[in-house]
C-alpha cells in the first residue's frame, strides 16, 4: 500500500468520523432545539394561564367592588326610603289633632302618666283639644293645665311646679320612641337587594 493509498484511507475515515461528529453534532442541536422549544411552548403556556388567572383575579375583583357599589347604592335607596316614610309619618302627626277620636286618644295619654304624677302641685300641658277634653277628667285641685309647648305634637305633658320632674307622653315623643321600631319594620318590609 502506498502513500496515495494511505493518505486516501486516511481521509476518508477523518471524513467518516467528521461525517459522525457532525450527524451526533446535528442530533445534539436538534435536541437542544426541541428542548429550547418545549420550554418556551411551557413558558408561553404558563405564562399565558398566569395572565389569565391575573385577568380573572382582576375580572372579579372588579366585579366584587361593582356589586359593593351597587348593594351601596340600594342601601342608600332603601335608607332614602325609609327617612322619607318617617318624615312623612313626622309631617302627618299633626292632622291627627283634626281626627274625632284625638280627644279619646288624649284621654288615654293623660290616663297613662297619671300614676307617674310627682307629689304636690302638677303642671298638665296639653294641646287646646286635649286641653277640653281632660277639664272634665283633671279635676283633682293640685293639676292645673296650661297649654302644650308648640314644639311638641298632641298629648299631654306633666311636671312639678318646680318643672324638675317631667312625664312627656306626646304624639312626638311616642313617635321618638316608636322610630326605631318603625325603621326596622319598614327596612323589613322594602324589598332587599335579592328580591
Known sequence: MGYEELIRHLIRTAETRRDGILARAR????????????KAETVERD?????????????????????????????RARAGVV???????EERLPLLLGDARYPAV????????????????????????????????ASDARIRIG????????????????????VRNT???R??????ALMVELWRRLPGPDE
Open 147 to 166: 297649654p302644650l309647648a308648640e314644639t311638641e305634637i298632641g298629648g299631654v305633658e306633666a311636671s312639678d311646679e318646680g318643672g324638675t320632674f317631667l
Open 171 to 173: 304624639l312626638r315623643s
Open 175 to 180: 313617635f321618638v320612641k316608636a322610630r326605631p
Open 47 to 75: 405564562g399565558r394561564e398566569e395572565t389569565g388567572r391575573e385577568a380573572g383575579r382582576a375580572r372579579h375583583l372588579r366585579m366584587n367592588r361593582a356589586r359593593q357599589e351597587a348593594n351601596e347604592v340600594r342601601l
Open 106 to 137: 288624649a284621654e288615654r295619654l293623660y290616663r297613662e302618666i297619671l300614676p307617674e304624677f310627682p307629689a304636690g302641685n302638677v303642671l298638665l300641658r296639653a294641646d287646646g283639644v286635649a286641653r277640653a277634653a281632660l277639664e272634665r277628667s
Open 83 to 89: 327617612d322619607a316614610v318617617l318624615a312623612r309619618v
Open 27 to 38: 442530533e445534539e442541536a436538534a435536541k437542544i432545539t426541541e428542548d429550547a422549544r418545549r
